[in-house]
């Protein structure tokens, strides 16, 4: 008794994408399933049934099944599952870890970035040492604000691939240790601010750091879709258009 | 669900035994999506919400009676009144609850 | 003395977009040109310049000239123009109407959609007749709060070129009257929310009141950039950066 | 320009003399944009701001001389140090204000 609900919050403390899926109505109702990832040596992961049981092992086959997938959305949803002649109703209950917008530089543009992310329900913080940048007056409304080197900072976070790092100091010499720091995690995105020449710059400070082409093709560069702005709110708005868009993509495509 | 793990704790803690509720469906645009819980400890005391506040109370007592029955139970709570949206629940409509003493 | 000024004053007022050149060193500092716009016949407009003078008709030309081209970007400028062997240090001040979002319905959408453009400082107008939707509990933040049928408020709104409307109600006999107003007035974007074949029937509705094909074509359908999200927040992402992608491009393409 | 406008009215209905600032240049990212409004009328009362707070004062000194000199001049503010920051102009940088008397 209360294992089943000890895995499920040790997975959610640990920032684990979990779902449980519970018998809602009918002799098995309460019932419950648990499903986690299992990571594969090569990356990739499938899921699978940790612990618990909806009373029958075909039902519980294809649960796992719809787990699967409503993992893969990041939704929960109610579902009628016909299985062995009978409907049953269940609740596939997603777990997904706080999504969390990681901003490196405490420039204008991040400030109508926080407020944008946080509209939409993303953790989020800034770092930046520089103190007069950094300050509580411009970044009042952001969830953390840390004052220190971004890649120091950004290698005591556990990044996942609900965190998405943008980089936006304009200065190469903070940006670049950010970006390798990024790369080296599973972070769901990556932008770079900076002109196209700036840009080519910093694909060559990489390639010199050994940062392979592959990874280096994850970072999005010229940051953010096309709205055509200028503006420090429109820039924002295009980063987070295109952070959404990516994040979504990925759902689709299944990670 | 994160947000009401460390009050469940407390209250498991105490020798409490807690109740858990789940938005488990959603007619209409409700304030809480799917998911969405309340927690319920034997005492009365609740963390979380289902609702913007108008079926909270009516869950306390669902939950309280789960936990005497020692027995899950789905409710359906219907707000289609002027009434009803204006003590909280914004977007009206219908919400289902599955309510469950936490005991698996 | 004054009369420019109060040129400019009135134009301001009037919701109405002009320039003023200025010099802003040398011998002629102070000097000033107003520049509007005249609206043609066939609804094209030029820019024209309508009051004062830098000192000089050359310059005068010259400076008309960059200013309707800051003027179509909505930017102000410090140039520096060379006329008659001289660097003239010039700004071009550009004045334009207040942008402003215009949402048919109190909807869940709206709420985050208010956020986003206030956001990037447009200025925010929800329409809804129904109570209900339209509380100063779900829209405190919003500019202006309007309960009433949403054609009507509509037809009293001097909606321009830098007004935006949008429907959300989900309910025809709201948006179409409330769309076919939008049609009847220069809006510089309008988007209808629904799924395809919602917009097939609204589409039908509006040529069945008489409206023409091309007028239906500005009517962007389904809302939105597509960034694959169905919550209230991204959906209101979407069409925010569907607003500025839109405007943006109006700008570059000149109106 | 238009939330100035109504004071600049009163103002001059009153018979004073009005001056307006206007920044024209900006190096880095300052708080407030090109283009930015400061009135001053000449008893140095203000409406309007070309700073986040730090340079307002300058600029209607400024333009009260610009009043009585009746000639426009063209000013330069230089904000580097970490006090100025911490005085309200977030973003550092230089600004360059017109400062005219309202004859025009």
Known sequence: MAELYHAVAQAIRQDELCAVVTVLSGDEIGRKLLVRRERKVEGSSSAVAAAGSLGHTALDQAALARAAEAMEARRTARISLPVEEQEWDLLIDVHAPQERLVIVGAVHIAIPLVSFARELGLYTVVIDARPIFATQDRFGHVDELIRSWPDEALQEMKLNESSYVVTLTHDEKLDTPALICALNSPVGYIGALGSKRTHAKRVAALQEAGVSDQQISRIHAPIGLDLGGRSPGEIALAIMAEIVQVRNRSKEAGR | ?104
Request: proline fraction near 4%; include cysteine.
């Open chain 2, 1 to 104: 669900m994160k947000e009401i793990l460390a009050e469940i704790d407390n209250w498991q803690q105490a020798g409490k035994r807690v109740a858990l509720a789940t938005v488990v469906q959603v007619y209409g645009s409700a304030p809480r999506p799917l998911g969405a819980k309340l927690a319920v400890s034997e005492d009365g005391a609740m963390v979380g919400s289902v609702s913007g506040g108008c079926v909270e109370s009516a869950t306390v007592q669902e939950a309280l009676e789960a936990l005497e029955a020692g027995a899950p139970r789905l409710v359906s709570y219907g707000i289609a009144d002027e009434t009803a949206w204006e003590v909280g629940l914004a977007c009206g409509g219908t919400i289902e609850v599955f309510i469950e003493p936490l005991d698996w």
